[in-house]
RNA sequence: GCGCCUGUAGCUCAGCUGGAUAGAGCAACGGACUUCUAAUCCGUAGGCCGGGGGUUCGAAUCCCUCCAGGCGCGCCA
């Protein structure tokens, strides 16, 4: 019998007990777990019953629990206050439930919401004059989360990249090694490429502290630049390419992928012909300086003080664009290229305000998808000295900080390996894992609109709420499996009629709740959900191992039901931690 | 000045579409490995949920107001 039958066989019982006591079936009850399984397996709050009996609710429990007998679904019903407690025969609450996780196994929490609807997730939007820092960390692992959360909720997504290569700041670090550089590479540097470029960009900032004369140099040539200057754009190509190399090697250690590549330099001219017609349309107005402007509306954006309407520039007077004018253009391009329903664009909370000024414009140029588009802004990332903002020269590298991690990981692995049976290369795949796991867990762990402290100490701990506590307890259950299975025993035959003690519901409880937290994750852009729940499932697993024999149960039926249970909490957590972009591992 | 976000245990955060005694992790202290991995578990201690009003049978949650911090507010990205 699945959950929800056994809610509506509750539900049932209530309305034959109402019609008797009341003459009226009770309207607009729901089942939900009690805070505590102590007090039952499901309840039922009376609050919606007091205003039309025009009785208190816990009156009202008490009378309707007094006219639910027993029978083969509930054991017992209790009143307790204004709440009516039930409790299910473990065998009903188990049986069905668990065979169901266990066949979808990956997809188990997965739904069809979606209906097919086209996404685009953007994520991460690098600059190419430097490597990556923390606060791409976090961009990634959201962009990479969601993408996968989406999907799995029945959308087809394509993920994204905007990669700003071009623009004053990437003269800069090209200029830097044109001056100084004499020639040399990454490779005769033996440095990552990204972090090769960026020594070039940081050598301008000295160099132009003592040579005002650069600022002038790195103008020319952006000029040069943009007229397509055949050695300024072998230059740009050349450093970029290293770059480029550089990111990959990163993307492909964090998890990244993208399907789709966008550049600046092919998408900074975009947004003129769509402007044009704008202003053809008065959708966009022409100001008393010349620029073409866009007047936000009021309902949504209020009135300068002066009470005129606030505006955005989309336009210079000589016709150059500006940011926003570029991301209409690129707005557009994505929906015509992909045929997407929707977009989701994963940027810092810094941007709201041009999102929203985005959007209106995308609504009031006619597009009716502007309507599904979402700007899933997230906090700062802070370091103990500062804010994480590479202008002023306080970062996390990416890099230093996954190769730390891994390298944390790498010894506690080693200190579990005494007798050395574990060959390198499987110590620096599990290392990868954890390192890894552990970042993108930490950043994910909270709600995006929250603020991250990076404490460096915090960060790099295994233990707690964190990635690898939660790879350990599935390490755990694929050792029990592993183990049963070789001597002969699998989960045919349980009897789940043996389960039923308090730590078999909780987890049950949670492997019950999963679909539910996903959904919820998916409707708020909010990864966060997950991996609570996630850590929830871990722990209450760990509490149940440290407890109850799987193998050596009471009975080889009662083995067998738990192993049912925990082959189903496997399931649970590597499905969640999947969905937020860490995998697992079978042993730690 | 205006808009958005944040304020919950010593620290970092859940809970915010109103419901049973406000939860977790870390840190502190005390325990548990001859038995499926101790990267684990158990226990103790720790809260005027920023302040004040209001709505409600019921408020950390909704409304108003004040305080504190962050981000932003056309011709930067």
Not at 319 to 340: C, F, M, N, P, R
Not at 365 to 383: D, K
Request: with cysteine; proline share 4%.
């Amino acid at each position: 019998m699945s959950i929800e039958s056994v809610k509506k066989h509750i539900l049932e019982r209530m309305a034959a007990a109402g019609r008797k006591a009341f003459g009226q079936a009770p309207e607009g009850l729901a089942v939900v777990f009690p805070p505590d399984l102590q007090l039952g397996h499901f309840a039922v709050g009376c609050f919606p019953l007091a205003k039309p009996l025009r009785k208190s609710p816990a009156e009202i429990a008490r009378t309707l629990a007094a006219g639910i007998a027993a029978d083969d679904v509930i054991q017992a019903v209790t009143a307790a206050g204004p709440y009516i407690n039930f409790t299910v025969h473990p065998k009903i609450l188990f049986e069905d439930t668990l065979a169901e996780i266990i066949s979808a196994g990956a997809s188990y929490g997965d739904s069809r919401a979606g209906e097919s609807r086209r996404v685009m997730v953007e994520y991460l939007s690098p600059n190419t004059n430097k490597p990556l820092h923390l606060g791409h960390l976090r961009n990634a692992a959201l962009g990479i989360s969601v993408a996968r959360l989406l999907a799995a909720t029945g959308h087809r997504v394509v993920k994204s990249i905007l990669i700003n290569d071009r623009g004053v700041h990437i003269c800069k670090s090209m200029l830097a090694w044109q001056r100084f550089g004499n020639g040399a590479t990454p490779q005769s540097a033996g440095m990552k490429g990204d972090h090769f470029v960026g020594t070039w960009y940081v050598r301008y900032a000295i160099e132009s502290e003592k040579d005002a004369a650069l600022e002038a140099r790195v103008q020319e040539m952006l000029k040069n630049w943009e007229a397509g200057d055949p050695a300024t754009l072998g230059l740009w190509k050349r450093m970029n390419q290293w770059v480029y190399d550089g990111f990959a090697a990163t993307y492909r250690r964090f998890g990244m992928d993208f399907d789709v590549f966008y550049y600046e330099s092919d998408t900074y001219k975009l947004g003129k012909d769509v402007i044009a017609e704008g202003l053809r349309k008065n959708v966009f107005a022409t100001d008393e300086r010349g620029n073409t402007v866009y007047h936000l509306p009021e309902a949504q954006f209020g009135l300068e003080k002066s009470g005129a309407p606030k505006k955005v520039t989309v336009l210079r007077p000589d016709g150059t664009s500006l940011y926003i004018s570029q991301d209409i253009g690129t707005a557009i391009l994505k929906v015509t290229q992909h045929g997407l329903d929707s977009s989701v664009y994963v940027v810092g909370s810094e941007q709201e305000h041009h999102f929203k000024c985005l959007f209106s414009m995308l609504g009031a140029l006619g597009y009716a998808w502007a309507a599904n588009c979402y700007h899933l802004s997230y906090g700062m990332v802070y370091l103990p000295e500062g804010k994480m903002k590479s202008r002023e020269g306080k970062v996390v590298d990416a890099d230093d900080l996954i190769a730390g991690m891994e390298e944390l990981a790498e010894v506690e692995i080693r200190k579990r390996d005494p007798e050395r049976r574990l060959s390198e290369e499987e110590i620096k795949r599990r290392a990868a894992v954890i390192g890894t796991g552990a970042i993108k867990y930490y950043l994910l762990r909270v709600r995006p609109a929250q603020s991250i402290n990076f404490d460096p100490a915090e960060s790099i701990s295994f233990d707690g709420f964190t990635g690898p506590y939660c790879q350990y307890a599935y390490a755990r259950i694929y050792g029990i499996l592993e183990k049963a299975g070789q001597r002969g025993l699998t989960d045919a035959d349980a009897d789940f009629a043996r389960l039923g003690n308090l730590e078999e519901l909780l987890l049950l409880k949670l492997l019950i709740q999963f679909p539910e937290e996903v959904a919820s994750a998916v409707a708020e852009y909010n990864p966060s959900r997950v991996a609570a729940h996630i850590f929830n499932t871990a722990k209450a697993f760990n509490q149940f191992y440290n407890k109850h024999a799987v193998i050596q149960a009471e009975s080889p039926a009662g083995a067998a039901a738990r192993l049912a249970l925990i082959k189903a909490t496997a399931a649970v957590l590597k499905r969640g931690l999947g969905l937020l972009g860490v995998d697992v591992l079978e042993n730690m």
